[in-house]
């Protein structure tokens, strides 16, 4: 267990449904990460919180929408996607700080599947 | 932005024989390279970083080079078990949180 945890740990919905996924952390961490990864390409980094402030979103699509309520906890809330969608979503956290050249502790993912 | 590109995609190798995975990145900004090991059905772990002010690390079987010069940084497993088994993805750190990733190598050590 790396003190990261994720619900559900898969997800089917079509593309009309509203879901959203949970991330939890029990590290005392203050920055926390959203990444996609599909089959055959590198983790593309989604969105991060760092100290519950958005310091990053990589031109991701609007369907997609984050949440950070404190600093452990983060949510992705998913409105309409396309099957392009479907993919491993991963949560991590790290210490975070100006300076966040730390480690990353990932959770098991969420298995998406758009139909 | 930054760039990182990992080879080979898939290795194999005997049991016991070493494995080397190489990348390469494109900022020269970047200062922060962690290496990760995916088993299936997990997320990433670390297994090993290193950062831009030193040249190498080793942490028992595993290691890992740095060329700051040539932008290219290797993992390199030596003495290889079939528990090694897993993908591995090498990063990049470019600013404060953004960390890229290579494309990933799954390595297969055969007993």
């Known amino acids: 267990e790396t003190g990261v945890t994720q619900t559900p740990r898969h997800l089917v919905m079509g593309m009309t449904n509203k879901k959203s996924l949970k991330c939890e952390q029990h590290?005392?961490?203050?920055?926390m990460y959203w990444y996609k990864q599909s089959a055959k390409k590198p983790l593309e980094l989604m969105f991060v919180y760092n100290f519950k402030e958005q310091t990053e979103n990589n031109s991701v699509p609007s369907r997609f929408s984050p949440e950070c309520p404190n600093s452990s906890h983060l949510f992705l809330h998913l409105h309409t996607l396309q099957p392009e969608d479907s993919a491993l979503y991963l949560c991590?956290?790290?210490?975070?700080?100006?300076?966040?050249?730390?480690?990353?502790?990932f959770g098991p993912g969420t298995r998406l599947t758009v139909l | 932005g930054e760039n990182v590109e990992q080879h080979p995609s898939t290795l194999s190798v005997q049991e016991g024989d070493s494995a080397v995975i190489k990348c390469t990145y494109s900022?020269?900004?970047?200062?922060?390279f962690p290496w990760y090991k995916q088993e299936l059905g997990k997320g990433p772990q670390l297994i090993i970083d290193i950062r831009s002010n030193v040249g190498e690390k080793k942490d028992q079987r595993i290691a890992v080079t740095l060329n700051k010069t040539a932008k290219h940084f290797s993992l390199h497993i030596t003495e290889t078990q079939p528990e090694d088994s897993a993908v591995y993805f090498c990063?990049?750190?470019?600013?404060?949180?953004?960390?890229?990733f290579g494309a990933g190598t799954r390595l297969t050590v055969k007993p």
């Open positions: 900022d020269s900004a970047s200062n922060y």
């Open positions: 990063a990049a750190v470019y600013n404060n949180n953004d960390m890229r």
């Open positions: 590290l005392g961490h203050n920055a």
């Open positions: 991590a956290s790290s210490q975070g700080g100006r300076y966040n050249y730390n480690e990353q502790f």
